[in-house]
């Protein structure tokens, strides 16, 4: 999952990354609709969240962390 809110160009970003990482993207939640993730990522975001895991990588980040972390919540 990555996590953001419309209008945030850093969340736009942080899509393009991730959607080069992997095939077919991961789901977007806006934060703004979920209150759950709201309270804990709202001054974190973009962030992307392995729900298995429970593990996230908040930005910045890059090609290579992005690919770093899939590998590593894959592989557990």
Same mark, same amino acid.
């Given at each position: 999952m990555l996590f953001g809110t419309s209008g945030c160009h850093l969340c736009e970003q942080a899509e393009i990354i991730v959607n080069a990482c992997v095939p077919g993207g991961v789901d977007y939640v806006? *934060?703004?609709? /979920?209150? /759950?993730? /709201?309270? /804990?990522?709202? *001054?974190? *975001? =973009?962030? !992307?969240?392995? =729900?298995?895991?429970?593990?996230? !990588?908040?930005?910045p980040f890059d090609l290579a962390e992005v690919g770093d972390f899939i590998g590593r919540v894959v592989s557990l």
């Open positions: 806006d *934060i703004a609709e /979920q209150e /759950q993730w /709201q309270e /804990q990522y709202a *001054i974190r *975001i =973009p962030v !992307l969240y392995d =729900p298995r895991t429970k593990r996230d !990588l908040g930005w």
